[in-house]
Every structure is written in C-alpha cells, then in structure tokens.
C-alpha cells in the first residue's frame, strides 16, 4: 500500500455541513459499545490501571469517544486530520483534566518518540498507508506498549416489532459489496472485499498480533428505525462519494427490507429495527 486511500476525499470532514449532519446522525451506541468492548480487552491484557498512563486515539474525530476513553488514562490524546472535526473536539470540551486535542495524519503523528502507552484507532485503519502508519506506531509507543483497532460492518438487520420476521443478512452483505468495490475503482485496492479486515491484517507488519471476530447485537434507543439508520449511513462520506457515481445501494437495502417484510406501505421511520454488526479488533503487543 504506496499510497492513502482517496475514498474520503480530502476536505470531506472540514465541510461543516458533512461535519454536523455526522456528528447529529450517529447514535450514542456507535461510540458507547465500541469503547467498552476496547477498555475490556485493554484490561483482560492489563493496560488499564485507574487513571494512569498515555492513551493516543488516532482518527478521534468530533472527540466523543476519545473521552470516553480517557476516562482511564492520566493523559489523552486525539488527532485527527479534519481541522473541522477538532475544532468541534475542542469547542466541546467539558473540562476533562488531560485530554487535548491536535490535527494530524495518521502517518505523521505529533507525538515524541516512546511516549505513548497504547493507541486507539477506530474506523480508520482501512483510511491509513499502512507503510506509513505502522513505523509511527512503533515509534511512539513506549516498550511493552500496544495497538488496538476496532472497527464493525453491518451484517443483520431484524425487526424490533416481531421475532417471527425474518432475518435480513444476504441483502446486506451484497450492500457492503457493493460499496467497497466502487470505492476500489475509484481510490484504492484495499477496499476489494467484504472481508476487509483480512486485508488490513495481513498487511500490518507487527512482531505479535491478533484479530477477534464477533457478531453483536447493539443495543440501540427506541429512535433507532429504518429511516433512521439509513440517514446515518448516507452521511458518511465514503457513501457520498459512491452516491456521486450513481450507485445507492443503500436505497436497494431499505426496499429490500420493507419487501422481505411485507412492508412497502409503511414510512422507513415508523419500522423499528435491531441491527447485528460484526465487530473486529486488531491488536498489536
């Protein structure tokens, strides 16, 4: 991997429209679980001890999780290359004694060597030249530091009205094809495949690494619906930048479910769902 992927382009996140509807559109449960599923496995290893150490949250974005997280660190720090997003981070702030924020690449962080005791990075990994980012991560890290990326794809979608429905999976996997693979035409090779993760890991040059793969039910609010989830969706970027190209895979999914279900009538915010993600962590010892 020469070079950073192109599917976000540049100036995505610094438009504030892009910015807000992101932030306004994304359910407390993509951050809540994320962060606890991270400081559990951080534990289970023994890198989290009360309010101690360096944590480096790469990618932080708007900072919501970057505090959740901090919550166990006697130091944070959240970088991430959207001026926009830590401007919002910092005009944010609820006055957590050791967190700040800086803008930054993946690839060429402000960070002094042997200084930090673990990295965060969710949701950005596939985004980073691996070739790049993973000499900054050993550089920063202290000895005996470690590298933990999460990420989840949608891969179930149930109804929250009656059990008896049935489960939509195969619809949603063609979905998350779909997008990937107008997003390798159009930047980067690594988006080739559902299976994403297996690229990343075998292209992560670490001495001791593992991956966890598991399927979660989030637990979402009573909000959480079909119109809902799909205005999520339609704001990230990458789905943008696929919709320029007059793909919308998305809009396919919601008919899907509403034919599955019998039904086509009903408004997508009034069909409750449950959603299944498959979540995937790689660490880095």
Not at 63 to 79: D, E, M, P
Not at 124 to 151: N, Q, S
Request: aromatic share 8%.
């Amino acid at each position: 991997m020469s070079a950073p992927s192109k599917v976000i382009p540049e100036d995505a996140f610094n438009r504030e429209e892009t910015v807000q509807n992101y932030i306004q559109s994304k359910p407390r449960a993509m951050m809540d679980i994320p962060v606890r599923l991270i400081i559990e496995r951080l534990r289970q290893i023994g890198k989290v001890h009360q309010r101690s150490g360096c944590l480096l949250d790469v990618g932080c974005g708007s900072g919501k999780s970057t505090r959740l997280l901090a919550k166990n660190f006697q130091h944070t720090i959240g970088v991430d290359p959207s001026a926009a997003m830590i401007s919002y981070a910092i005009a944010s702030d609820n006055d957590m004694a050791g967190v700040e924020f800086k803008v930054a690449n993946a690839e060429k962080l402000p960070i002094e060597d042997s200084s930090v005791d673990v990295i965060t990075a969710m949701f950005v990994v596939h985004y980073t030249d691996l070739a790049k980012f993973i000499p900054e991560c050993k550089r920063v890290l202290k000895p005996g530091g470690i590298a933990l990326f999460y990420w989840h794809q949608i891969s179930k979608i149930l109804s929250a009205e009656d059990d008896a429905l049935p489960v939509i999976d195969g619809p949603v996997k063609m979905m998350i094809r779909q997008l990937l693979e107008k997003a390798r035409e159009m930047s980067h090779p690594s988006f080739h495949t559902y299976e994403l993760h297996q690229t990343q890991f075998d292209a992560i040059s670490w001495e001791k690494k593992s991956r966890e793969i598991k399927e979660l039910e989030f637990a979402l609010d009573s909000q959480w619906n079909l119109g809902s989830w799909s205005r999520f969706y339609h704001n990230l970027p990458v789905y943008q930048k696929v919709r320029e190209s007059g793909v919308n895979p998305l809009s396919e999914l919601v008919q899907a479910v509403k034919n599955t279900w019998s039904m086509q009538d009903r408004d997508s915010d009034d069909i409750k769902i449950r959603v299944v993600y498959t979540t995937v962590m790689i660490l880095l010892e």
